[in-house]
DNA sequence: CACTATTTGATTGCGTACAACTCAATTGGG
DNA sequence: CCCAATTGAGTTGTACGCAATCAAATAGTG
């Protein structure tokens, strides 16, 4: 026996598994505002960084590059949710910003974070438990 | 303040962080083997399956439908690490089996489950207590 | 037995991820 | 000041993940 090559035995099993279900949970909640889950995450920081920021620091707190931000961002960009604004102090730079209806669309997504934990069963400590675990794993993998 | 709408607070792009995260670290070690991390989930599926299995059980295992696998599974099979035999009792059956070469990859695969369980920097007590909770919120949520 | 519904797998199209690369703008060392 | 190195964004090619659709085969029903 002790076959350790064995899915029940893997956590990275249940993570890939796990991210997928919550995908498919968040996306007729989504769909809705006309937003897939990457997306919504740019919204999400983009709903922070009022007076923009840039497709790297945007990259940086999502951990994308711009291989997977500039095509996910031109077609956010054609859903007139952001416009990008190329910096005249260097202009390598484009900064990302959001239009009106951006702004407008956080109160349409306001009761997703509520929906998302009503459907985990999870208490409010467990969860809490739960994000320590997993900033914990974070740090000691990402060095 | 109580902006429920922030990525620190989220389980989920924790979960969205993580699996990217595993599937770098796997990347390496697959890449000698020539494998993606799905594909890798489908060998340990057939190193079990050792008569073969059908895409549709295949797909029961791992979560995934056809439109995944038909094409992945096409790939693996031009690498000549498994065939497709369809079925003569059902036509409708495709069963996936290993080739020799399939079988043989095994023993070059062994050595990852430790080395992905070291790089967590977790005790196997924490790391099992993780898996219970991890099953948990998949049971809660795949109803 | 004929007819319909279901099952199984494949295909298509879209949206990520990411490696590898290009290119322009900027910076820093001499 | 000049050139090499770096930086920021974008492009290309490959591989998922999944919804939607389709064709073939089987099972079920009257």
Redo the contacts with the bound molecule.
């Keep these: 026996m002790s076959n350790n090559l064995q899915l029940e035995k893997q956590l990275c099993f249940r993570l ?1 598994s796990l991210n ?2 919550m ?2 949970l968040y ?1 007729p909640l989504l769909k809705e505002l006309a937003l ?4 919504y ?1 740019v919204m999400m920081v983009l709903w922070q960084y009022r007076q923009g920021i ?6 940086g707190q ?15 960009e054609k859903q007139a949710l952001i416009k ?1 604004e ?10 990302i910003k959001l239009t009106q209806a951006g702004i407008d669309l956080q109160q349409s997504a306001e009761h997703i974070p509520a929906k998302m934990f009503a459907v985990t069963g999870l208490s409010a400590e467990k969860l809490q438990a739960l994000n320590l675990t997993l900033d914990q794993l974070i740090e000691n993998i990402a060095n």
């Design positions: 890939y997928k279900l995908c498919r996306a897939t889950y990457p997306q995450l840039s497709v790297k620091d945007l990259g999502l951990d994308l590059d711009s291989g997977t931000l500039s095509p996910l961002l031109k077609r956010m990008r190329r910096q005249t102090k260097d202009e390598r730079i484009v900064l």
